[in-house]
């Protein structure tokens, strides 16, 4: 039986494709490639990994006729049309949860960041100036955070808020109430959320 020919259309850590190796051809393209200049590389691909930078979509689908597995390294697949790939019996997979820690780590830096002052602290101490007073900044402790999607993303940033002791409301109208239980998450509809939250970060797909 041939090996399958996968083609990753953007750069991805090559340690990380070693298992891949083993049983498939793998292409991998250094850098994001226009579509005349993709489209011919793919022509013979059994299979795609893409991150954000490559649109899936009709036409690119339709440059890959072999194709019949797409793999997303990343959490969403706003950028891969699903409509045209189940059309032609194409499989999307994703890495479902893959950087949710990340991701809620990101959110606390940037908080942190955000209510401390710290770039604007940083600015003034590299310019020589010592303003303390200026730079007080805000605590985390006590305000009301409002979560949108309580998902896996949305699930890692509940518990790291309560750590830091916040007040956790959240809006998601497809997870049932013992999620929202499991997180200490008062469920609020969007309206309300927005008029409660000190603080309001979306972790949701981007669909119409």
């Given at each position: 039986?041939?090996r ?10 090559r ?48 440059a ?53 002052k ?7 101490v ?83």
């Amino acid at each position: 039986m041939p090996r399958p020919h996968v083609v990753v259309t953007e750069p991805l850590p090559r340690e990380s494709m070693k298992p891949l190796e083993a049983v498939a051809d793998v292409t991998y393209l250094e850098r994001l490639l226009p579509p005349e200049e993709l489209y011919p590389l793919i022509r013979e691909a059994d299979a795609l990994i893409t991150r954000s930078g490559t649109r899936v979509d009709r036409d690119l689908l339709d440059a890959a006729p072999r194709v019949r597995v797409v793999g997303r390294a990343g959490v969403g697949v706003d950028n891969i049309d699903l409509d045209a790939a189940t059309e032609r019996g194409v499989i999307v997979v994703n890495v479902a949860g893959g950087n949710a820690v990340a991701v809620a780590e990101h959110v606390f830096g940037t908080l942190l960041a955000l209510l401390r002052k710290l770039r604007e602290a940083d600015g003034s101490v590299r310019a020589g100036e010592w303003k303390r007073s200026r730079f007080v900044g805000d605590e985390l402790r006590g305000k009301v955070l409002g979560i949108v999607g309580l998902g896996r993303i949305g699930g890692e940033v509940a518990t790291r808020a309560r750590a830091f002791r916040m007040r956790i409301i959240a809006c998601d109208p497809y997870i049932p109430a013992s999620r929202f239980e499991a997180f200490e998450a008062e469920p609020v509809d969007f309206d309300r959320l927005l008029e409660q939250a000190d603080i309001v970060t979306i972790h949701t797909p981007l669909t119409d």
